[in-house]
């Protein structure tokens, strides 16, 4: 289990004890070390395996190295488990409500028995919480508002990019092994355009079909049913197979000859709006256009169907990118010629937010810098929190300059690759740093974010980012809208004022790459392109396997229209420093000789 895992399970103990009325201390104590766990470099498994270690952490004593101990065999906690046979589970989620503490929790469950995000959203309605102690009419409307956040983000049936990426690929493995017939797995549908949720999974299935077309199909079909990650067969036709795995996704998957593939990739990658425009043209020019192939309308002969490309071609439009087809222009564009040139994967140079151990990352500087130097990159910014995040032991200006230090020490063990020291700073409610500005300018890269009062007011928040703009050491603002896929709503302000202040003050705009953010996401990085921003795509790793992420920012960028002109980390080490915002009195960078990745 994870450090976070273990810290999830006793925050909840501490949570449903206060709900349950136990003194302070008692509940305070699980709280401190589920803090804690966030917060330290080493995992809590390896350490539990020495109890004299286990003990040194603060909090730890006796019985609690043992409540540990027991979460790390069983996967969970006795306590926890008995107060949940006490109260009902979406207790826990009623604490997800913004303003709705254990103690409005416990009140309300007490006196109303609503134990459901659905229940208190109905004793809202009915404003039968105004008169409570401790409650209020504005109080009310918040529940109300978090209430129905809650339900659009629970509720919706959709699965974050890479969730619905990982289930594909093992389904794509496991299909490619069926028998003779198979010859390609490709994942089409919302997969395909790089949507950032997917609510369910198209694949096409093309064979090479022998004299018993049927039996052929047949025995891939069943080959599919076997698959061990299905809850549910839903369906089961001619060419088609529909199941729902035990995550709760539903998988269509669809068997056809190699001749029509590409007619089939093309109308089940969508998107539905871009699909009907495309039959529309294709009726224009006296032809049919559907999932099987580009046909005359008289006499039903083929003009396209084995390529993509053939068919855009045959309707006279340039190739469109799969993460361009959501009939935002991308038609246009293609008929004329001026469609973008979309970032790539490989375009990428650098990586420009990360943590090591010296905050709430899991590696050092030099693995971190040996890992990013195996990809090919040629630079990296370490950027550690700065001493507001608590839960990720966050730097104060002493750690930080002890921590460039570190970085500059680092350079000679890892060559190859330009090690730069970097810092995520926080944007506080005020707008100011976290940080004093003698201490940001012996940084080489300051990147700035919010990760408190997320729920001000827009013209409140407005200003907040209007004033860390305006701090003349802030380089690239990160997660600008603090968004959670599927979990947590941007905070609000006035996003195009925001990106004026930054393309007048040359500050870049993050594409935060990690699939619970793609913050900035795709419309936002459109309007940001339009404005001439800078942009910069990073995957705010907290360990070396998350630099497989990057490819979500990517795609998201790319659904942004987002080309390599637009994304400053695409350039060379040299001409991306340039780029970015200088510090004051700050003379051209004199860059250390190193052999480039």
């Known amino acids: 289990m994870e450090n976070k895992?273990?810290?999830?399970?006793?925050?909840?103990?501490?949570?449903?004890?206060?709900?349950?009325?136990?003194?302070?201390?008692?509940?305070?104590?699980?709280?401190?070390?589920?803090?804690?766990?966030?917060?330290?470099p080493e995992r809590i498994e390896d350490l539990a395996k020495d109890e004299k270690k286990l003990k040194e952490l603060p909090g730890v004593g006796d019985s609690m190295a043992e409540h540990i101990r027991e979460i790390l065999e069983t996967g969970d906690y006795a306590l926890r488990q008995k107060l949940l046979n006490t109260y009902p589970p979406t207790l826990l989620d009623l604490l997800q409500l913004q303003s709705m503490g254990p103690k409005k929790v416990a009140f309300i469950w007490s006196h109303f028995k609503a134990g459901t995000v659905e229940e208190v959203r109905k004793l809202a309605s009915e404003g039968k919480l105004r008169d409570l102690p401790g409650f209020g009419e504005k109080s009310e409307q918040t529940i109300l508002k978090a209430a129905e956040q809650f339900k659009n983000l629970s509720g919706s049936g959709r699965f974050r990019l890479n969730v619905a990426e990982d289930e594909a690929q093992k389904l794509v493995a496991y299909i490619s092994k069926a028998s003779e017939p198979v010859e390609s797995v490709t994942p089409a549908g919302s997969l395909r355009r790089g949507r950032e949720t997917v609510g369910d999974l198209d694949l096409l299935v093309t064979m090479r079909l022998g004299h018993d077309k049927q039996k052929d199909v047949d025995a891939v079909a069943q080959h599919i049913l076997k698959y061990p990650g299905i809850d549910q067969k839903l369906a089961h036709g001619e060419n088609k197979v529909s199941v729902q795995l035990g995550s709760g996704l539903q998988v269509d998957v669809r068997l056809l000859e190699k001749k029509s593939f590409g007619a089939a990739l093309l109308y089940f990658t969508g998107s539905k709006a871009h699909n009907v425009a495309l039959r529309g043209r294709a009726l224009d020019m006296g032809w049919t256009l559907n999932e099987y192939a580009l046909t005359t309308v008289k006499g039903g002969k083929v003009v396209a169907s084995k390529t993509?490309?053939?068919?855009?071609?045959?309707?006279?439009?340039?190739?469109?990118?799969?993460?361009?087809?959501?009939?935002?222009?991308?038609?246009?564009?293609?008929?004329?010629?001026t469609l973008p040139k979309l970032v790539k994967l490989a375009d990428i140079r650098g990586d420009l937010q990360m943590h090591t151990t010296a905050s709430d990352g899991k590696n050092s500087i030099e693995e971190m810098g040996e890992a990013a130097r195996a990809l090919g990159y040629e630079y990296i910014a370490l950027t550690d929190h700065s001493q507001a995040v608590t839960v990720a032991n966050g730097m104060d200006e002493q750690r930080t300059r002890e921590q460039i230090k570190k970085i500059r020490a680092a350079q000679a063990r890892v060559p190859g690759i330009r090690l730069l020291a970097g810092i995520e700073v926080?944007?506080?409610?005020?707008?100011?740093?976290?940080?004093?500005?003698?201490?940001?300018?012996?940084?080489?890269?300051?990147?700035?974010?919010?990760?408190?009062?997320?729920?001000?007011?827009?013209?409140?928040?407005?200003?907040?980012?209007?004033?860390?703009?305006?701090?003349?050491y802030t380089q690239i603002i990160a997660h600008p809208t603090g968004r959670l896929v599927l979990r947590r709503e941007p905070f609000e302000y006035d996003m195009e004022k925001v990106l004026d202040a930054a393309v007048a003050r040359g500050i870049a705009m993050e594409c935060n790459a990690y699939p619970d953010r793609l913050d900035l996401r795709d419309v936002h990085l459109r309007m940001a392109k339009q404005r001439g921003a800078k942009i910069v795509i990073s995957t705010d790793a907290h360990s070396t396997t998350h630099f497989r992420m990057m490819k979500y920012g990517v795609i998201t960028a790319r659904r942004g229209w987002i080309e390599k002109k637009d994304v400053i980390n695409t350039l060379p080490l040299e001409e991306f420093l340039a780029a970015l915002r200088p510090k004051p009195g700050a003379a051209k960078p004199k860059l250390a000789k190193h052999k480039s990745a």
């Open 426 to 472: 926080d944007i506080k409610k005020n707008g100011t740093l976290d940080l004093k500005d003698e201490v940001l300018a012996q940084l080489d890269v300051v990147v700035a974010s919010v990760h408190s009062h997320m729920k001000m007011e827009r013209a409140e928040m407005t200003e907040r980012l209007l004033a860390a703009i305006e701090n003349p």
């Open 308 to 337: 993509e490309e053939e068919i855009y071609s045959k309707l006279k439009l340039e190739y469109i990118e799969p993460e361009l087809r959501e009939m935002t222009g991308e038609i246009e564009a293609a008929e004329n010629g």
């Open 5 to 40: 895992d273990v810290a999830k399970i006793l925050r909840e103990t501490a949570q449903l004890l206060e709900i349950d009325g136990a003194i302070i201390g008692r509940y305070r104590s699980y709280e401190k070390v589920a803090e804690l766990l966030y917060s330290i």
